[in-house]
Protein backbone atom coordinates (compact mmCIF):
# COMPACT_ATOMS: atom_id res chain seq x y z
CA UNK A 1 0.00 0.00 0.00
CA UNK A 2 1.55 3.13 -0.95
CA UNK A 3 0.16 6.53 0.02
CA UNK A 4 -1.74 8.64 -2.28
CA UNK A 5 -2.00 12.17 -2.52
CA UNK A 6 -5.84 12.58 -1.66
CA UNK A 7 -4.54 10.45 1.61
CA UNK A 8 -2.20 12.74 2.62
CA UNK A 9 -3.98 16.05 2.24
CA UNK A 10 -5.31 15.70 5.54
CA UNK A 11 -1.07 16.02 6.89
CA UNK A 12 -0.15 19.60 7.44
CA UNK A 13 3.86 19.74 8.30
CA UNK A 14 4.68 21.16 11.38
CA UNK A 15 7.64 23.29 10.71
CA UNK A 16 8.08 26.22 13.48
CA UNK A 17 10.58 25.17 16.37
CA UNK A 18 8.59 26.75 19.07
CA UNK A 19 5.53 24.43 18.46
CA UNK A 20 8.08 21.48 17.88
CA UNK A 21 9.21 22.35 21.88
CA UNK A 22 5.91 22.66 22.98
CA UNK A 23 5.02 19.04 21.29
CA UNK A 24 8.14 17.47 23.24
CA UNK A 25 7.77 19.76 26.41
CA UNK A 26 3.69 18.25 27.24
CA UNK A 27 3.03 15.88 24.77
CA UNK A 28 3.25 12.19 24.84
CA UNK A 29 6.32 9.82 24.22
CA UNK A 30 6.77 6.27 22.98
CA UNK A 31 10.15 4.98 21.85
CA UNK A 32 10.20 1.52 19.30
CA UNK A 33 13.69 0.20 18.27
CA UNK A 34 12.92 2.12 14.80
CA UNK A 35 11.88 5.71 15.98
CA UNK A 36 10.22 7.88 18.33
CA UNK A 37 6.93 9.32 18.47
CA UNK A 38 5.93 12.68 20.45
CA UNK A 39 2.66 13.54 20.47
CA UNK A 40 -0.09 16.25 21.52
CA UNK A 41 -3.79 16.41 21.22
CA UNK A 42 -4.56 20.08 19.78
CA UNK A 43 -8.27 19.99 18.81
CA UNK A 44 -7.66 20.76 15.20
CA UNK A 45 -8.94 19.07 12.16
CA UNK A 46 -6.13 18.00 10.52
CA UNK A 47 -3.14 15.78 11.54
CA UNK A 48 0.12 17.77 11.98
CA UNK A 49 3.60 15.77 11.34
CA UNK A 50 7.23 17.30 12.23
CA UNK A 51 10.42 15.41 11.79
CA UNK A 52 13.47 15.57 13.68
CA UNK A 53 17.18 13.60 13.20
CA UNK A 54 19.45 14.96 15.40
CA UNK A 55 23.56 14.91 14.37
CA UNK A 56 23.62 12.74 17.75
CA UNK A 57 21.90 10.07 15.44
CA UNK A 58 24.35 9.90 12.65
CA UNK A 59 26.84 12.65 11.85
CA UNK A 60 26.03 12.46 7.93
CA UNK A 61 23.70 14.95 6.39
CA UNK A 62 23.37 12.06 3.68
CA UNK A 63 22.69 9.47 6.05
CA UNK A 64 20.56 11.80 8.21
CA UNK A 65 18.51 13.34 5.16
CA UNK A 66 17.95 9.67 4.16
CA UNK A 67 16.36 8.82 7.45
CA UNK A 68 13.71 11.80 7.36
CA UNK A 69 12.61 10.16 3.94
CA UNK A 70 12.23 7.24 5.25
CA UNK A 71 10.57 8.45 8.62
CA UNK A 72 7.84 10.76 5.69
CA UNK A 73 6.98 7.76 3.60
CA UNK A 74 6.22 5.74 6.84
CA UNK A 75 4.61 8.15 7.99
CA UNK A 76 2.24 9.35 4.38
CA UNK A 77 1.31 5.75 4.29
CA UNK A 78 0.44 4.83 8.01
CA UNK A 79 -0.53 8.15 9.82
CA UNK A 80 -3.56 9.18 7.34
CA UNK A 81 -5.43 5.41 8.10
CA UNK A 82 -4.23 5.01 11.59
CA UNK A 83 -3.52 8.06 13.19
CA UNK A 84 -6.44 10.41 15.10
CA UNK A 85 -7.28 13.68 14.11
CA UNK A 86 -6.58 16.54 15.87
CA UNK A 87 -2.88 15.49 17.02
CA UNK A 88 0.41 16.85 16.46
CA UNK A 89 2.82 14.20 16.02
CA UNK A 90 6.55 14.35 15.75
CA UNK A 91 8.65 11.36 14.63
CA UNK A 92 12.25 11.21 15.65
CA UNK A 93 14.77 9.17 14.29
CA UNK A 94 16.86 6.97 15.57
CA UNK A 95 20.22 5.42 14.11
CA UNK A 96 18.07 1.57 13.41
CA UNK A 97 15.71 4.02 11.15
CA UNK A 98 18.18 4.06 8.54
CA UNK A 99 18.68 0.50 7.96
CA UNK A 100 15.45 -1.49 9.70
CA UNK A 101 13.32 -2.86 6.99
CA UNK A 102 10.22 -0.65 6.04
CA UNK A 103 7.85 -3.19 7.13
CA UNK A 104 9.05 -2.84 10.51
CA UNK A 105 9.04 0.93 11.07
CA UNK A 106 5.76 0.77 9.81
CA UNK A 107 4.83 -1.64 12.69
CA UNK A 108 6.63 0.71 14.68
CA UNK A 109 4.76 3.53 14.05
CA UNK A 110 1.74 1.85 14.47
CA UNK A 111 2.89 -0.19 18.07
CA UNK A 112 3.51 3.38 19.07
CA UNK A 113 0.40 5.18 18.60
CA UNK A 114 -1.73 1.77 19.81
CA UNK A 115 0.87 2.49 23.63
CA UNK A 116 -0.03 6.18 23.25
CA UNK A 117 -4.17 5.35 22.60
CA UNK A 118 -4.21 7.32 19.57
CA UNK A 119 -5.15 4.83 16.83
CA UNK A 120 -8.58 5.55 15.25
CA UNK A 121 -9.74 2.17 16.68
CA UNK A 122 -8.38 -1.09 18.12
CA UNK A 123 -8.94 -2.84 15.61
CA UNK A 124 -6.44 -1.61 13.72
CA UNK A 125 -3.55 -1.80 16.25
CA UNK A 126 -3.03 -5.41 14.94
CA UNK A 127 -3.28 -4.32 11.16
CA UNK A 128 -0.82 -6.95 9.89
CA UNK A 129 1.10 -5.35 7.02
Not at 23 to 42: P, R, T, Y
Not at 77 to 94: F, M, N, Q, S, T
Not at 108 to 122: H, N, P, S, V
Request: net charge positive; glycine share 6%; proline share 2%.
Amino acid sequence: MHALKKDTDNLKVIKARAHFLKIQNSGKKWVSHGLVVQAKDEGHEHIGIGYTVTKRTDKSAVKRNRIKRRLRAVAAEILPHHAKVGVDYILVGRPLTATRPYEQLKQDLIWCLGKMDLLKDEKNSNANF
